[in-house]
């Protein structure tokens, strides 16, 4: 690295989108992904649907254990 580096001319938040909506990689172990692409394959829909549908069920429980 520099010693030094020169930010004069550098525009601040030039990347900067307040509104955007990022998808985040979720990776899951072998044994986990193999549990929910069976599952998917059986009900002929995506990986990611069936881990948002598990996901929100146990959301589900979990509220009703409060």
């Known amino acids: ?3 030094n580096y ?3 001319k550098a525009v601040k938040g030039k990347f900067y989108r307040p509104n955007i909506k990022m998808n985040i990689p979720v990776y899951l172990d072998d044994k986990s992904f193999a549990f929910v692409n069976g599952i998917a394959r059986k009900r ?3 990986v ?3 881990v948002n549908h598990i996901i929100k069920s146990d959301m589900q429980l979990i509220e009703a254990m409060k």
């Open 1 to 3: 690295m520099k010693s």
């Open 6 to 8: 020169d930010f004069s």
């Open 44 to 46: 002929k829909e995506d």
């Open 48 to 50: 990611s649907s069936i």
